[in-house]
């Protein structure tokens, strides 16, 4: 039940981040013929020199294409969010396209609209990257790559970002080029702040001489785990206990609030972490 419990959120997360990247890209990205890399910007030029294609279809098709070949290679060893996240976000941009048909932006501010289409998928692409899933697409192309190649992946896929983003400049003219570019550069920026802060959490150290009550408040009402460790004052030469715990940012309020309540003598040391590796954080069941 547990298990089931866990997982229904995942998918529903993975649905979440999945619809705010459609948005970013249907009502926003493609109205603008704005071409910032991956399948949905190859699927903007593409649907500018072949019109009678759509670039939801072109979506379709190239994501179902590398799905398949992201099968064929790889086995039961592929990712089944990363399918999942994949056809759902083809078959929602193919479904939008014939239920709400966009002619024309909706707004006469490109910068607007750039603001928008970059930073819902971006958001998106952090939520799926924290899930460890993508959204497929070019994704699978690296993975391909690092299979079969010594090629530095992350170089190659932002090299060929940028290359369909200078696409942008044949296919639209300068200035959807440079709003294209300026979108690339600000889309990388942005996943890299969401993720930096959907993963931060408060490293605390409290040197204390009321271990009792604060590790009790730790373990009884925010249900975290801590480490004491004993020591000695280099002024006093009197004995300390350090404890050393980890929180998410609500409970590192709490926590701050209540160390100062039980010891108002605490010295207590809070530093920002971003990557935790154990049990109630990432990489434990």
Not at 127 to 133: E, P, Y
Request: overall charge neutral; proline content about 4%.
């Amino acid at each position: 039940m547990k298990q089931a419990s866990k997982l229904f959120k995942e998918y529903a997360l993975l649905t979440i981040a999945t619809v705010m990247m459609v948005l970013g890209i249907y009502f926003f990205k493609f109205p603008n013929h704005f071409s910032t890399g991956g399948v949905s910007g190859i699927s903007v030029i593409l649907g500018h020199y072949f019109p009678s294609v759509t670039p939801g279809d072109f979506v379709l098709v190239i994501n179902v294409a590398l799905l398949i070949v992201g099968f064929a290679v790889f086995g039961r060893g592929f990712g089944g969010k990363t399918a999942y996240v994949s056809l759902l976000m083809s078959g929602m941009t193919w479904v939008l396209e014939r239920v709400l048909p966009m002619t024309a932006p909706m707004t006469n501010q490109p910068l607007v609209e750039l603001i928008f289409a970059v930073s819902l998928p971006a958001v998106g692409s952090a939520i799926l990257f924290n899930l460890d899933a993508s959204s497929g697409g070019t994704d699978i192309v690296a993975m391909l790559l690092r299979k079969y190649t010594s090629l530095d992946i992350g170089k190659a896929l932002m090299c060929s970002d940028l290359a369909i983003t200078l696409t942008a400049f044949a296919a639209f003219g300068p200035e959807t080029g440079l709003f294209s570019i300026l979108g690339l550069a600000i889309k990388s920026l942005l996943v890299d702040m969401v993720l930096e802060n959907i993963n931060t959490h408060k490293y605390f150290h409290i040197i204390t001489t009321k271990p009792a009550e604060i590790e009790a408040y730790i373990t009884q009402q925010l249900h975290r785990g801590a480490t004491e460790l004993h020591g000695e004052g280099v002024y006093t030469h009197e004995d300390r206990t350090v404890v050393l715990t980890v929180m998410n940012r609500h409970e590192a309020v709490l926590l701050r609030k209540q160390v100062k309540m039980i010891d108002p003598k605490a010295f207590v040391l809070i530093i920002n972490t971003g990557e935790i590796v154990g049990k109630g954080f990432r990489g434990t069941n």
